[in-house]
């Protein structure tokens, strides 16, 4: 049995809820936001017991956006980006699994009638998201990507991510969680299908990843959030146990020209405000935490992924490319998670 076959099985067939995991890995402990609480109030239970996310893909600025998701599963994330676009916005979720799909469109009309909404803007593909250009899709057809622990599961990652930015509009983003390892894990272990069912053995090296992602034509990969993962039953630790795994969020801006590494250009933006639900503090990523009001000093690649991005309505912009003064500091190479975790209020899971 193949890579693509057995993650098909597992998740169609010996998965029939997030209880039947082995391993946090697949499952998330982010703190959820109060508006989207009740937005996840809203999904159907049948759809929502079969969610295997590993962090909380929550882009903002959604209203009225196409987005595609990739490894919709039983359409979680789907239906919760739906309220969030509006009737006026769409999302099409993308998966190879026949058991979760029909889970997924089971449920379409349901949540048309929940939201409120006169017509569905939530559509559903059986598909690859390595062969995403046998499904039709057009070119910069999409403003965001999102993904939720799925594309560690993917047997050819530098196609998904190839594909992504195809489908990306020039200024959109890929914005997506996923498991990510401190090293390389051993071929012997990728094959295991329990370890890469449960999104552990499949999980990239993260600078592997960085790599990827730059070939792809995303140059300046930003993480936003991150966390590291415990495998607590007995026979995967044993296996497995020698190599950290961390839960990340990044996103990946499709824009052309960027450089390799955090250049300073005496750059700085001000935070205006009025972004729903982070009106007085916008994080662009981990360090990039924009007070309303305040000047910020960024380097050239940031200034453009404010500047050319649907969130440029929201930002005063202060400099230009002129002068050159070096590089920022702390833009290295070493390991950009935290090893210890964050303290949460609550979990999802």
Known sequence: MNTKESVKQYYGKVLQSSGDLQTDACCSNAEVPHHLKRALSNIHPEVAA???????????????????DLGSGSGRDCYLLSQ??????????????????????????????????????????????ERLDQLGLEDNSFDIIVSNCVINLSPDKAAVLG?????????????????????????????????????????????????????????????????????????????????????ATYRLFKLDGLESHCEDYGQAVI??????????????????????????????????????????????????????YGIFAGCGTQLPFDRTEAPVSSGCC
């Open 84 to 129: 969030l676009v509006g009737e006026q916005g769409f999302v099409l979720g993308v998966d190879m699994t026949e058991e979760q799909l029909a889970v997924a469109n089971r449920h379409l009309d349901w949540h048309r009638r929940k939201f409120g909404f006169a017509r569905s803007n939530v559509a559903f593909r059986q598909g690859y998201i």
């Open 50 to 68: 079969r969610y295997y996310g590993c962090g909380l893909v929550r882009p903002e600025l959604l209203h009225g956006m196409r987005i595609l």
């Open 163 to 247: 594909e992504a930015h195809r489908l990306l509009k020039p200024g959109g983003e890929l914005y997506f969680s996923d498991v990510y390892a401190d090293r390389r894990v051993p071929a012997d272990l990728v094959k295991d299908p329990v370890l890469y069912g449960e999104c552990l053995s499949g999980a990239l090296y993260w600078n592997d990843f960085l790599n990827l992602a730059k070939r792809a034509g995303f140059h300046d990969p930003r993480l936003v959030e991150d966390r590291p993962l415990s495998v607590s039953n007995p026979g995967i630790l044993a296996r497995i146990g020698h190599i950290a795994f961390f839960s």
């Open 271 to 324: 935070y205006r405000g009025g972004i729903e639900h982070a009106e007085r503090l916008f994080r662009l990523d981990k360090h990039h935490l924009l007070e309303q009001g305040k000047m910020f000093p960024v380097c050239g690649n940031s200034f453009r992924m404010l500047q050319e991005t649907r969130f440029a309505p929201h930002f005063e912009f202060f400099g230009n490319t002129d002068i050159h």
